[in-house]
């Protein structure tokens, strides 16, 4: 029991600890479509519905992308074209350090937490687990 508990506190902390907290900042329109980056795109149209392109280009007055991710399914991804005159507004996806060191924080305080919890809950013995301090 005590054995599964650390191993799962640990595969906690390994798997939030590879992750990364992502969030979409304001861009200008014309900036945004200068880059050519390889981030998604989270557009708004005119009639304020919202798209995120993955792998944007812009041919000629036309952004160009796809709806999902690279490592998506074949089936599931399809190319979705958005003329730049319909755009009302372009958010650029960024890695947001804040938000990954509160994870990374949050990961970091739950292992120790449970750590702490098992070590407590595996002494039959209290006074073997926690010596006191003596002055010689």
């Known amino acids: 029991m005590k ?3 650390v191993l799962s506190a640990l595969a906690l902390a390994l798997v939030s600890a590879t992750a990364c907290a992502y969030s979409y900042r304001p861009e200008p329109v014309a900036k945004a479509l200068v880059g050519e980056s390889r981030n998604p795109l989270r557009l708004t149209r005119l009639d304020s519905t919202r798209v995120t392109l993955y ?3 812009l041919a ?3 952004l160009v992308g796809w709806n999902e991710p690279e490592h998506t399914a074949r089936f599931a991804r399809y190319i979705v074209r958005v003329p730049v005159a319909q755009v009302r507004d372009v958010r650029v996806r960024e890695l947001s350090p804040g938000r990954t060191l509160l994870i990374w924080g949050g990961s970091i305080s739950t292992v120790a937490l449970v750590m702490g919890i098992v070590g407590h809950l595996a002494c039959e013995d209290k006074s073997d687990c926690w010596p006191s301090a003596t002055i010689r």
């Open 3 to 5: 054995t599964r508990l």
């Open 55 to 57: 792998d944007p280009q």
């Open 60 to 62: 000629g007055d036309t």
